[in-house]
């Protein structure tokens, strides 16, 4: 029986073994970049319609789900799947905006809140029912 070898530790990063430290610091860069991209969605939808939007992660998998699909659609086309995904993020927000965030502008912030739940559970069930694996 062979013995188990033991688990990596720190210092298999340091040294001649930099490349794990670099990817784990890009790594970080990126994640971080994501989260702050992410807030700045939420601090701008909450300062042009004062409405705290809590269906944001959902339109932001609606808008993953678009690019998978527009890259399927348009194999070997990148840009133009991108462009096109971007087109359809772009649409649907302004939907949502139109027809849910501007009539909660002024409402109570109960209702305005419940709203965005509601969007949520929405987006995500026709996600599941377009996109599921079956």
Known sequence: MKPIPPAPS??????PNRKPRV???V???????IYALIACGYV???????V???????LMMLGAYLLL???WLFRGEPVLALAAAILLSLVVGALVYVFLMRKMTGEMV???????VALGILIRGGVVLVWSAQ
Do not use: P
Not at 10 to 15: A, E, K, S, T, Y
Not at 52 to 58: P, R
Not at 110 to 116: D, E, K, R, V, Y
């Open 10 to 15: 720190w210092r298999d990063c340091v040294g």
């Open 23 to 25: 990817q784990l610091l």
């Open 27 to 33: 790594n970080i860069v990126v994640l971080a970049s």
């Open 44 to 50: 701008l939808i909450y300062q042009v319609s004062r």
């Open 52 to 58: 705290l939007n809590l269906a944001h992660g959902e």
């Open 69 to 71: 699909t527009t890259a």
């Open 110 to 116: 109960l209702a305005a809140i419940l709203a965005t």
